[in-house]
């Protein structure tokens, strides 16, 4: 039985994928600027799809999942409203600069879906919660 797919869920997923395309080549740079100008323009560039008609970036978090103390990246949320609805954006900006430096030099990722990724987030660190419960019942850890 095939799933029926309603015409905005439709356009939200024709929208995420323009939106890919059009970001495709400013993804795959490494960046060397100390203001984050690449993200702006990579906001800029996410107005200018057909269908797209605000954008909103949300503030800029360090994370290093290794080391608290030393960020290993710099994430935001960028929300997409479109002529759909709602679309959402984790934009990702990985340190690749030096050692005494990391962020001296950066490259850029995008995820865009119909999820906030802070939800996402919360519904995997449960899952996650839970197998380590499971492990540690088991004796597994």
């Not at 200018?48 to 030393?70: C, F, I, M, R, S």
Request: a neutral charge; glycine letters at 10%.
């Amino acid at each position: 039985m095939k799933k029926q797919v309603n015409e905005d869920t439709k356009g939200l997923n024709k929208i995420a994928n323009s939106i890919y395309r059009a970001t495709q080549e400013y993804t795959g740079k490494v960046y060397r600027d100390d203001n984050w100008a690449a993200v702006g323009g990579l906001c800029d560039i996410v107005r200018g799809v057909p269908g797209v008609t605000d954008v909103a970036l949300g503030h800029g978090n360090y994370k290093n999942y290794l080391n608290p103390e030393q960020g290993a990246c710099k994430t935001y949320i960028m929300e997409i409203t479109t002529v759909f609805g709602e679309l959402y954006g984790r934009v990702t900006c990985s340190a690749a600069g030096t050692v005494e430096d990391p962020f001296s030099m950066y490259d850029i990722t995008m995820a865009v879906g119909r999820y906030r990724p802070n939800e996402l987030d919360e519904s995997r660190k449960i899952v996650h919660e839970s197998v380590v419960k499971a492990f540690k019942d088991h004796g597994l850890l």
